[in-house]
């Protein structure tokens, strides 16, 4: 009884532009590769749940996709699913690309904060790449924004910073109860997860306009007696002419795009991983609901 009345626990939403560095941030934050890094736009596209425990606190991040301005319908539910995750959450933290500074991405995000009437703290990222001068500048401009309570100053990529903003965090967490097992690290359904390690790697390897118009499901998930797991996944491309490109020649490519996912698996799941990827045609995937459903997001109306 007296430890739950000492443990603390809420949920932090990070809002940021496309490419600020949330992914980064995430993985930092819990020491686990949750999240997908990738050096394009638009990768995270659905919500990513992790924990982290920083003393007696219980940290449950919500990790936003990209909220900019949308244009067609993938993106627009990428937005809603955004601010959802945004206003569900006992803290609001928005995270910025310090480089680029406030751009209209940002201010786009700063004006739905304050339509919103919701506080946040701000995050400047990649402060590892920055004129100390710039970045005094930029949060001196930042704390002016009356919607502010805190500003911290990170490099999420080298971790600096990153531990007071997580013991701050843990110090802001409402009173209560730790809602999740302590070794429940992702809370993102498995499946799913795989499927995004997939996803990366194809990204990666294929670095034309392909990617954006393809999605990974995992099929199967088969625990096996000898403690390793079978995992099958489909790739579904919206052309058949994108097929033979994620295939390669002989099936070079696929192969090679395998058994990169594999190798971050097995070391996110501490154990042996078979994993069949199969190629799959499916035309206007863009367009139908339960693709959206299986990325976590809300088919969007109009
Ligand atoms: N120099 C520097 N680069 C960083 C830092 N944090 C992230 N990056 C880089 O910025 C790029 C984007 O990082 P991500 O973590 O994928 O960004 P994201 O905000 O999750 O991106 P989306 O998935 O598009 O929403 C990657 O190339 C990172 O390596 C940092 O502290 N310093």
Request: glycine residues 6%.
């Amino acid at each position: 009884m007296s430890n739950q009345q000492t443990t603390k626990c809420g949920y932090i939403a990070i809002v940021g532009a496309p490419n600020a560095g949330k992914s980064t941030l995430l993985n930092q934050l819990v020491g686990a590769k949750i999240a997908i890094v990738s050096p394009k736009v638009q990768t995270t596209r659905a919500r990513v749940t992790a924990i982290a425990i920083e003393d007696q606190s219980q940290l449950i991040f919500v990790d936003t996709p990209g909220i900019f301005k949308p244009t067609r319908r993938l993106e627009k539910a990428m937005v809603d699913a955004a601010w959802g995750g945004a206003q569900d959450a006992d803290k609001i933290v928005l995270i910025i690309d310090a480089i680029k500074g406030v751009s209209p991405d940002v201010e786009r995000i700063i004006a739905g904060l304050k339509k919103s009437g919701r506080r946040a703290h701000v995050i400047l990222n990649k402060i590892d790449a920055l004129k100390r001068d710039t970045l005094l500048g930029l949060a001196q401009k930042l704390s002016d924004e009356d919607i502010f309570d805190e500003v911290f100053m990170i490099s999420a990529l080298k971790g600096d910073g990153v531990e007071d903003l997580r013991v701050a965090l843990a110090a802001q967490m409402p009173d209560g109860p730790w809602l999740y097992p302590e070794d429940q690290l992702a809370l993102a359904p498995m499946r799913q997860l795989a499927a995004e390690v997939t996803r990366e790697k194809l990204f990666l390897r294929m670095n034309q306009e392909l990617p954006y118009s393809l999605t990974v499901e995992t099929e199967s998930w088969e625990e096996r007696k000898d403690g390793s797991v079978k995992i099958q996944q489909i790739i579904y491309v919206s052309r058949t002419n994108y097929k033979p490109m994620v295939l390669g020649k002989g099936g070079q490519t696929i192969k090679k795009i395998g058994a990169m996912a594999r190798e971050d698996l097995e070391e996110m799941l501490e154990r042996r991983v078979h994993l069949f990827l199969f190629v799959k045609v499916r035309e206007k995937w863009l367009d139908d609901p339960e693709r959206y459903r299986e990325m976590g997001l809300e088919f969007p109306k109009d």
